[in-house]
């Protein structure tokens, strides 16, 4: 209510000075009128004339006043109405997504309980549609809501990284889903289709994404520790800022993949290739390049993989071969 008496007051205030000035206006206008025709007819009929008119103008003005507020009400009941209508239909959103994850939990609780979810191999008729329940509700709901729905799959076990328990998001289809800030941590998405997903800010550390598909993926700002990327698919993947410590990344393919500001520390990159990839700042200290392949790099210097591990073992361009001091490769080399 605070609001709205503000805003009222704002607009009457606006108004008040309106008013004020459109009246000093026509004032200092009709005396200027007057002065006028009274030199040019020099008849002192138009001078007796002025008071009448100038009183006559004074509802006009009043009227255009009027007017005036009223169009500003209109407006501000119309902005008034809008900002109502927002917040219920936020609440009505709010409400829906809270249904749904009501009806989320109680079906699972029904598969661990009567179905024996938990026990089952991961190809069992019950967990696939457990898999399909939780794809359908994650993508429904917002990020503070869907990281509720991984910490009761992660303290059921159905997300866990041992192979006896089965893993819901196992294989799942989460392509261009918005997972923005949802908590993944300690979570199996072995080959999990996360393709043009939005990750930004969102938790995988110590994560197993072994041979997941990530082609597209914003990972803007993302944790990934000690995250298992062996084999992972990460073409044109956005790690702008992301913090890859520790993570292994074995094989894995980041062709034109985006890693500037990325913290690779202590990272395998063993066999990774980064064709393309833009590694502009990527800090690459205590890294392993054991057959890492930075052949067609962007923005690669000496300095970054000097600080890593077997840098020595890695395959580079020609041009940054020479950068490095060493030998042209053959011709046949890129």
């Not at 799942?172 to 923005?180: E, H, K, N, Q």
């Not at 073409?235 to 074995?250: D, I, K, P, R």
């Not at 502009?280 to 054991?290: K, Q, R, S, V």
Request: charged share 20%; aromatic share 8%.
């Amino acid at each position: 209510m605070s609001d709205i008496f503000n805003q009222v007051q704002t607009q009457l205030s606006w108004f008040t000075d309106l008013a004020e000035n459109f009246w000093g206006l026509l004032q200092n206008w009709m005396a200027s009128f007057w002065s006028i025709l009274g030199k040019l007819l020099k008849n002192e009929t138009v001078n007796n004339l002025q008071p009448w008119l100038q009183a006559l103008a004074s509802p006009i003005a009043l009227i255009i006043i009027a007017s005036q507020i009223n169009q500003g009400f209109e407006k501000l009941k119309l902005k008034e109405d809008l900002s109502r209508d927002n917040e219920l239909k936020r609440r009505e959103s709010d409400n829906r997504r809270q249904e749904i994850l009501r009806q989320y939990f109680q079906q699972m609780t029904e598969l661990i309980t009567i179905r024996e979810l938990a026990e089952a191999s991961h190809e069992a008729p019950v967990v696939c549609a457990a898999q399909a329940l939780t794809v359908t509700v994650i993508r429904s709901l917002d990020s503070a809501r869907i990281g509720q729905v991984i910490s009761f799959l992660r303290s059921s076990e159905l997300a866990s990284l041992e192979k006896k328990n089965p893993s819901i998001l196992r294989n799942a289809d989460l392509s261009l889903t918005d997972l923005s800030q949802a908590n993944f941590r300690s979570v199996n998405l072995e080959e999990a289709n996360l393709t043009r997903a939005n990750l930004t800010g969102a938790d995988f550390n110590s994560a197993k994404l072994f041979g997941t598909k990530l082609f597209g993926a914003d990972f803007n700002g993302a944790y990934l520790n000690c995250a298992n990327l062996t084999g992972a698919y990460l073409e044109e993947a956005n790690l702008t800022g992301a913090n890859l410590t520790h993570a292994n990344l074995t094989g894995a393919n980041l062709t034109g993949a985006k890693l500037t500001g990325a913290n690779l520390f202590g990272a395998d990159l063993n066999g990774a290739y980064f064709e393309e990839a833009d590694l502009d700042g990527t800090y690459f200290e205590e890294a392993d390049l054991t057959g890492a392949d930075f052949t067609g790099a962007l923005n690669l210097e000496v300095k970054q993989v000097k600080e890593a591990r077997n840098w020595q073992e890695a395959k580079y361009s020609i041009k940054f071969r020479q950068k490095l001091g060493w030998e042209k490769e053959p011709e046949n080399d890129s």
